[in-house]
């Protein structure tokens, strides 16, 4: 079975399909949902009787937000680590992001609307103007304050979810696992995306808290340091070698590392203490055994960077393997069932990011590609785990789901539970 993808033809397009999609296809579908709001909220104030600025007013706020989105979307990939532009685009996105949820809601209403005007083109307007005129406001009215809602959630997510980072703790017995280990500790980060971050502040505030509370043996870090540029990882290099365990910190490139320079971030990481495992198995000698820690470079969608025979070609069976890699669909593709990875740690999904309120994230875009979403699978005595991650991409709010700091205790069992 063939597993080497490391392709740098495939690098190169899948880096060019991501940035068109940023710079074209993102700003068209925008430019249509404003178009689409902007036409249906302007038919609810002219039925609603106001005055002609009002148009004029919503056309300017249309097109003043769209011009901004497109700019600042632009300025921020060129200058990083510019948190001026990235509030701005933030704000931005509070205004546009909202209007995706409602838009199949106007798609209808404009479609309903034009197939009206075709339908009664002949028919006097005073005939449909004259039935139930204030029945059809009110129901207007309360349809807009409806629409409200999602602004709020938008605004919610931002401010609050953004930042709400979630410990999650999990407790997993292992059978070849050293019994002299028993409650060894790995702290798993994912999708960092330093790109999205406010401040080197809210960084870290996560490093002290690792070090003064969690106290671990590992940590892993499972991919995508950046969003767009290895600028953005530059001023987080000291905080990245102030985090400490015991026995080492490992991590493994995502998607957002190679669409970014990744000659440049592999050589930011060097200057830092953290080991990349690039195809590779490392045999972690501790006090009572050995650990193998195996990972690999990203395999995705437009990605095949990753070399899974490589990886696994001096793994003992006999030995607990711990293996880390970006994305959970890997996990189904060539581990589960076909390799001796005890534990998988991935990241790359966000917990769907945005997801349906009190479904647990279980209802997010993600999941329709996608079940292995967030937390804990375990299937034929291997398990997974995905890290729903710290930071965000290209929309910086979280709605649904909540960044979060993974903490493993591991120890040996003879059953599996």
């Given at each position: 079975m063939l597993y080497l993808y490391k392709n740098q033809h495939n690098h190169i397009v899948g880096m060019e399909k991501h940035f068109i999609y940023v710079f074209i296809l993102l700003p068209a579908i925008f430019f249509c949902i404003e178009l689409l709001f902007f036409l249906s909220l302007n038919r609810f104030l002219r039925k609603a009787g106001k005055a002609k600025s009002y148009f004029y007013i919503c056309l300017s706020v249309s097109v003043i937000g769209y011009i901004l989105f497109v700019g600042l979307n632009f300025l921020r990939i060129k200058i990083p680590t510019n948190q001026s532009l990235l509030l701005g685009y933030n704000l931005i996105c509070l205004w546009i992001f909202p209007k995706i949820i409602l838009l199949p809601f106007l798609l209808i209403g404009n479609l309903f609307e034009a197939y009206k005007r075709v339908k009664l083109k002949n028919i006097h307007n005073s005939a449909s103007n004259t039935f139930s005129s204030e029945r059809r406001k009110f129901i207007a009215t309360a349809g807009w304050s409806l629409a409200s809602l999602p602004f709020f959630a938008a605004l919610w997510g931002y401010a609050y979810n953004t930042n709400n980072l979630r410990l999650r703790t999990i407790d997993i017995s292992l059978p070849k696992f050293?019994?002299?280990?028993?409650?060894?500790?790995?702290?798993?980060?994912?999708?960092?995306h330093f790109g999205s971050f406010s401040s080197t502040k809210q960084f870290e505030n996560i490093c002290n808290y690792i070090n003064l509370n969690l106290s671990p043996d590992l940590i892993f870090i499972t991919g995508d340091?950046?969003?767009?540029?290895?600028?953005?990882?530059?001023?987080?290099?000291?905080l990245l070698n102030s985090l400490f365990a015991r026995y080492g910190k490992f991590a493994v490139l995502g998607n957002h590392d190679h669409y970014a320079n990744i000659k440049e971030i592999e050589d930011l990481m060097r200057k830092t203490n953290i080991r990349l495992l690039n195809n590779e198995c490392f045999n972690l000698n501790t006090h009572a055994g050995k650990l193998q820690l195996v990972g690999i470079d990203n395999i995705g969608d437009d990605q095949h960077f990753g070399d899974i025979d490589k990886a696994f070609a001096h793994v003992n069976e006999t030995a607990a393997c711990l293996f880390l890699c970006h994305d959970p669909a890997v996990w189904d593709k060539y581990i589960l069932r076909k390799l001796p990875a005890d534990i998988t740690f991935a990241g790359h999904t966000h917990g769907g990011q945005i997801a349906v309120p009190f479904t647990d994230g279980k209802l997010n875009p993600m999941s329709l590609k996608n079940q292995r979403v967030a937390g804990l699978y375990h299937e034929?005595?291997?398990?997974?785990?995905?890290?729903?991650?710290?930071?965000?991409?290209?929309?910086?709010?979280?709605?649904?789901?909540?960044?979060?700091?993974?903490?493993?205790?591991?120890?040996?069992?003879?059953?599996?539970?």
């Amino acid at each position: 079975m063939l597993y080497l993808y490391k392709n740098q033809h495939n690098h190169i397009v899948g880096m060019e399909k991501h940035f068109i999609y940023v710079f074209i296809l993102l700003p068209a579908i925008f430019f249509c949902i404003e178009l689409l709001f902007f036409l249906s909220l302007n038919r609810f104030l002219r039925k609603a009787g106001k005055a002609k600025s009002y148009f004029y007013i919503c056309l300017s706020v249309s097109v003043i937000g769209y011009i901004l989105f497109v700019g600042l979307n632009f300025l921020r990939i060129k200058i990083p680590t510019n948190q001026s532009l990235l509030l701005g685009y933030n704000l931005i996105c509070l205004w546009i992001f909202p209007k995706i949820i409602l838009l199949p809601f106007l798609l209808i209403g404009n479609l309903f609307e034009a197939y009206k005007r075709v339908k009664l083109k002949n028919i006097h307007n005073s005939a449909s103007n004259t039935f139930s005129s204030e029945r059809r406001k009110f129901i207007a009215t309360a349809g807009w304050s409806l629409a409200s809602l999602p602004f709020f959630a938008a605004l919610w997510g931002y401010a609050y979810n953004t930042n709400n980072l979630r410990l999650r703790t999990i407790d997993i017995s292992l059978p070849k696992f050293p019994q002299a280990l028993d409650g060894f500790r790995i702290v798993h980060l994912s999708d960092l995306h330093f790109g999205s971050f406010s401040s080197t502040k809210q960084f870290e505030n996560i490093c002290n808290y690792i070090n003064l509370n969690l106290s671990p043996d590992l940590i892993f870090i499972t991919g995508d340091f950046v969003n767009y540029s290895s600028k953005e990882l530059l001023p987080y290099i000291d905080l990245l070698n102030s985090l400490f365990a015991r026995y080492g910190k490992f991590a493994v490139l995502g998607n957002h590392d190679h669409y970014a320079n990744i000659k440049e971030i592999e050589d930011l990481m060097r200057k830092t203490n953290i080991r990349l495992l690039n195809n590779e198995c490392f045999n972690l000698n501790t006090h009572a055994g050995k650990l193998q820690l195996v990972g690999i470079d990203n395999i995705g969608d437009d990605q095949h960077f990753g070399d899974i025979d490589k990886a696994f070609a001096h793994v003992n069976e006999t030995a607990a393997c711990l293996f880390l890699c970006h994305d959970p669909a890997v996990w189904d593709k060539y581990i589960l069932r076909k390799l001796p990875a005890d534990i998988t740690f991935a990241g790359h999904t966000h917990g769907g990011q945005i997801a349906v309120p009190f479904t647990d994230g279980k209802l997010n875009p993600m999941s329709l590609k996608n079940q292995r979403v967030a937390g804990l699978y375990h299937e034929s005595q291997q398990y997974l785990y995905v890290n729903t991650g710290v930071g965000t991409t290209m929309l910086n709010m979280r709605i649904g789901t909540t960044p979060e700091i993974s903490i493993f205790n591991l120890s040996r069992t003879n059953n599996l539970v």
